[in-house]
């Protein structure tokens, strides 16, 4: 497979989405001016309310519970929607409204939400940005912000037409360790970067998990190519201040298949876990009655749905990839060797970045763990997996500390990230931000302006405006 970036071509798409970021900026002004003049809280709805919209919650009915208010809950599933509503009943003594997804405009027009949060399925969550922009809403998306580039256009075409702003939350940018890669590379530390090799790996833990429900069929996740390295891209972009103008990629799927489950002596693969008549033979299985966390959210609720959150991993019909190997070039020449593996033995990644004065080798090593609603320990890094060498070219290597500061899951970031997007909405400046963050952003933005032809500067300016798309299919 050759992804070419056919459907927008670079040139308009860097346009699109340097405008898009000046409207958000004058946008945002408008909205914060109208916020203080009318002094009230900012009113936040909340589309798709499974595992990872729990975070969301917290950062608004409690960790900024002074500025902010949750006003509507909306989803597909009524069993679902009772539970945040109890929950945030119980824990906080609101009443917040429930909307089936059929209802949606209902709810903006009975709740008037200033932000729409999204975190349905990759694959709606177009639906719900566009339609909440025309409503007059500002929104906050989880990643990947929608999975092909034509979606990816009709966003960016919205943003311009609405003069709203949509926000996508990665968080993999507010990891301490991350931030201390990006000033390293900000401040020269191995010269100007040449090339760039980065291998993900998943394990068959979590990385199992992906081929279980939604997330293994391209038209609900993009395949992994989108809704996990989405990420990656991300991070690889505000590394190298730089985007993608040619991508060569290879995929297959040669381990989550029948023909595996017999080589691991099950007789066949099934349908799923909790009917399974080989489970206790099978080391991929997944016991949801056995967790509170996955019973509550997902098994206790498929009866309204049909959502089962332990499909079988071995089951013919998933069409993602789990083998990805990818060739991409950068607009300052950089060249990148990518790949994700979903299969492996250990869960984390190992980076290099080439440059002409040195090398530096980056590592994470996660610990094991699911997603199962709790966000106890999602993406959290093992004690002592964190590693940052700088190689110079002459002289001896040293180790670098990454920054402290990181809380919960995904390498530190989740803590940090609802911190900076509440910021960004109350805009009341950086008292939230970590050290590390700030230093990198600012580094950034300074070296980029100053050194203009080093790391592009005009490119450091546009991340700071908040690009939210990337163009990968
Ligand atoms: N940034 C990260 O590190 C991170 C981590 C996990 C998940 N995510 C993202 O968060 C989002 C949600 O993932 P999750 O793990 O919570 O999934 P989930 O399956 O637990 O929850 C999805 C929710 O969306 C609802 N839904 C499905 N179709 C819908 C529709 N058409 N309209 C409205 N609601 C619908 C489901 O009923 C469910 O409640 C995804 O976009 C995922 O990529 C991001």
């Not at 308009?12 to 009318?38: D, P």
């Not at 089951?315 to 299969?343: G, H, K, Q």
Request: charged share 25%; with cysteine.
């Amino acid at each position: 497979m050759t992804v070419s970036l056919k459907n927008i071509d670079r040139r308009t798409f860097v346009k699109a989405t340097a405008a898009t970021g000046a409207g958000m900026l004058v946008s945002g002004s408008a909205l914060f001016a109208n916020h203080f003049q009318e002094n009230r809280k900012k009113r936040y709805a909340n589309v798709g309310t499974g595992s990872r919209s729990r975070m969301y919650q917290k950062a608004v009915m409690e960790s900024y519970a002074e500025n902010s208010e949750m006003v509507g809950f909306c989803d597909i599933n009524i069993g679902r929607l009772k539970m945040v509503q109890k929950a945030a009943k119980g824990k906080y003594g609101l009443d917040v409204p429930i909307y089936l997804a059929d209802d949606f405009d209902k709810m903006i027009i009975e709740t008037k939400p200033d932000v729409v949060i999204v975190t349905t399925v990759d694959g709606f969550h177009h639906e719900y940005i566009l339609r909440a922009m025309e409503l007059g809403c500002d929104v906050m998306t989880e990643k990947p912000m929608t999975i092909d580039a034509e979606k990816c256009q009709s966003i960016i075409d919205k943003q311009i037409e609405t003069g709203r702003k949509c926000t996508v939350t990665f968080n993999y940018r507010y990891s301490p360790a991350r931030s201390k890669v990006k000033e390293l590379l900000m401040k020269g530390a191995i010269g100007d970067i040449l090339s760039v090799d980065f291998h993900w790996m998943l394990n068959t833990h979590h990385g199992a998990d992906y081929f279980r429900r939604w997330h293994s069929q391209k038209k609900f996740s993009g395949g992994l190519m989108v809704h996990k390295a989405t990420h990656h891209f991300d991070l690889v972009n505000w590394w190298l201040s730089a985007v993608p103008v040619t991508v060569h990629a290879t995929g297959k799927r040669e381990f989550y298949t029948p023909e595996t489950a017999k080589r691991f002596g099950l007789e066949n693969y099934h349908e799923r876990c909790y009917t399974c008549p080989e489970k206790e033979r099978c080391g991929f299985k997944l016991e949801l009655e056995k967790n509170e966390s996955l019973k509550n959210l997902y098994l206790d609720n498929e009866q309204y749905d049909g959502y089962f959150r332990d499909k079988c991993v071995f089951r013919p019909e998933i069409d993602i990839e789990d083998t990805m190997n990818v060739l991409v070039t950068y607009d300052n020449n950089v060249t990148m060797c990518y790949s994700v593996n979903a299969f492996n033995s250990w869960e984390g990644y190992q980076i290099v970045f080439n440059g002409t004065q040195g090398r530096l080798e980056h590592s994470i090593v996660e610990k094991l763990y699911i997603n199962d609603g709790s966000n106890k320990n999602q993406g959290a890094i093992k004690e002592g997996g964190t590693t940052i060498k700088v190689f110079p070219l002459r002289g001896e290597p040293h180790l670098e500390e990454p920054h402290k500061g990181g809380i919960g899951g995904h390498g530190g970031g989740d803590g940090i990230q609802p911190h900076r997007a509440a910021v960004e909405l109350l805009d009341d400046g950086a008292q939230h931000l970590v050290v590390g963050d700030v230093e990198a952003e600012g580094v950034h933005l300074q070296l980029g302006e100053r050194r203009p032809g080093h790391l592009a500067g005009h490119h450091a300016v546009r991340h700071h405006l908040r690009v939210v798309a990337h163009p990968f299919q």
